[in-house]
């Protein structure tokens, strides 16, 4: 079975540019996670879909930020424009929304903002 | 607010046991779950309680009270491979975590 796919690996860009995150959770997983993990801290959840709808946002920064699940399988998450404290590792995660909840981990997007 | 404490780091020595506590206070709880990351990977899910008492899974092993707000993530039969970060993360319902600030733990020789 393939796990959450994430691309880029590694993005390097300059303040007030924009950036684009894409996430492929694993095949038939209905809800969808997007998290920062900033250094030496732990993930925080941005994001979390359940097929194309948004649970919740609450902490997502909708000024800046936004995502999209269009057809309910892959997703995308957009940064613009993008400030130095967006520096982190941005995390997509999948589950199959059992009764215990075991989240299952993309490799991570390192973003360093310049 | 939701906030989990744990230790920020812990030092132990091959072969021996090891405890990380956890503490929480969140607006809403499901359970307790507890992931691994080592350096540059991803969070690997390790244990989760949803009632009171031991979870045994392998040389690793999970516990929750309740009604103390707290568990903790037994290792034992330390190996140098589990020299990581370990997160425990509270399911504050809607399957979403909020994680901990992790606890380092290096394994010496």
């Known amino acids: 079975e393939a796990g959450v796919a994430q691309s880029p690996r590694y993005k390097i860009i300059e303040k007030r540019q924009s950036v684009a995150f894409w996430c492929n959770p694993i095949s038939g997983h209905a809800t969808l996670y997007w998290y920062q993990q900033i250094l030496g801290q732990g993930p925080k959840l941005l994001i979390q879909f359940q097929n194309n709808g948004v649970v919740d946002d609450s902490q997502l920064p909708k000024d800046r930020f936004s995502a999209e699940r269009l057809k309910g399988v892959d997703s995308t998450l957009k940064i613009q424009p993008a400030k130095l404290e967006d520096s982190a590792v941005y995390l997509c995660?999948?589950?199959?929304?059992?009764?215990?909840?075991?989240?299952?981990f993309g490799p991570g997007t390192r973003l360093t903002v310049l | 607010g939701q906030s989990l404490e744990q230790p920020s780091e812990v030092t132990a020595v091959e072969g021996a046991i090891v405890q990380i506590n956890c503490t929480y206070q969140?607006?809403?709880?499901?359970?307790l779950s507890w992931y691994q990351q080592h350096d540059g990977g991803a969070p690997t899910f390790l244990s989760y309680?949803?009632?009171?008492g031991l979870e045994e899974t392998g040389r690793f092993s999970s516990f929750l009270s309740r009604s103390d707000s707290y568990g903790y993530l037994l290792l034992q039969e330390l190996q140098m491979k589990d020299s990581a970060s370990y997160f425990c993360?509270?399911?504050?319902?809607?399957?979403?975590?909020?994680f901990g600030s992790g606890t380092r733990l290096q394994v010496q020789p």
């Open positions: 969140t607006s809403g709880f499901y359970g």
């Open positions: 993360a509270v399911d504050t319902g809607r399957r979403a975590l909020t």
């Open positions: 995660a999948s589950s199959q929304g059992q009764v215990y909840n075991e989240q299952f």
């Open positions: 309680n949803g009632l009171d």
